[in-house]
């Protein structure tokens, strides 16, 4: 079976710019969630989706979105770009959203904002 | 809200050598607590994870961690390292009402001397 897989794996981008990241999760996997890992921060949950609906919210501002499709792909959006933008953004993929359920981690995308 | 702490940033051991990487939680309830590895450019893999039962859990790569709720700690442990154990580690804890929000560690940096 595939592992997760995340589009595209490295991104330049400039600040002011939008950017688009992708996730395919494990086929038959239903919930995909979204995390930022920078130096500083660590590891930071940003959003959780389970058929195609948002469950759950991280600490981050409106400039951060995204959406599942009904084949449980998920993309996630950053509008106009910061610095501090730059990160590793990690897509992980569960069956379902039963307490405990193993989380599969994507190798990530790595953005950085110039 | 729940949080966890690794109290060690960096950790160096010989190769062979006994392994103890250590990690707390603040949470009222029985947390869902698992290890992860990050191998440098890589997503995070699990190693092991605990969510009831025995407090002892085996994982993959020869790793096991134990569950102490006196001690609020799930340390994760490994008899013999080797080289290839080299990378990140971290603890996180689940949401035990439900849904797949990770919170996450800081980060154990382990380097293994030949």
């Known amino acids: 079976k595939a592992g997760v897989t995340q589009t595209p794996r490295y991104l330049i981008k400039t600040r002011g710019q939008q950017v688009t990241l992708s996730c395919s999760p494990i086929?038959?996997?239903?919930?995909v969630s979204w995390y930022q890992q920078t130096p500083g921060q660590g590891l930071q949950f940003l959003f959780e989706?389970?058929?195609?609906?948002?469950?759950n919210k991280g600490n981050f501002p409106g400039r951060f979105s995204g959406r599942q499709f009904s084949n449980s792909r998920s993309e996630m959006n950053v509008s106009t770009l910061e610095l501090g933008d730059s990160a590793l953004y990690l897509c992980?993929?569960?069956?379902?959203?039963?307490?405990?359920?193993?989380?599969?981690f994507g190798p990530g995308t790595r953005l950085l904002v110039l | 809200a729940q949080s966890v702490t690794q109290p060690d940033i960096h950790i160096t051991v010989s190769e062979g050598a006994s392994l103890e990487l250590r990690c707390n939680y603040s949470?009222?309830?029985?947390?869902?607590l698992f290890w992860y590895v990050q191998s440098p450019g890589q997503g995070l893999q699990l190693l092991l994870k605990?969510?009831?039962?025995?407090?002892l859990v085996q994982g993959i790569k020869g790793f096991e961690a134990e569950f102490k709720r006196s001690q609020s700690s799930f340390n994760l442990r490994k008899p013999s390292v080797h080289w290839s154990d080299a990378a990140e580690y971290f603890c996180?804890?689940?949401?035990?009402?439900?849904?797949?929000?990770?919170?996450f560690g800081t980060g154990t940096q382990l380097k293994v001397e030949l």
């Open positions: 992980a993929s569960s069956l379902s959203r039963r307490p405990g359920e193993t989380q599969y």
């Open positions: 086929s038959g996997h239903r919930s």
């Open positions: 989706y389970f058929s195609e609906t948002q469950r």
């Open positions: 949470y009222g309830a029985t947390p869902y």
């Open positions: 605990y969510f009831s039962g025995d407090t």
């Open positions: 996180a804890v689940g949401n035990p009402g439900g849904g797949n929000k990770l919170t």
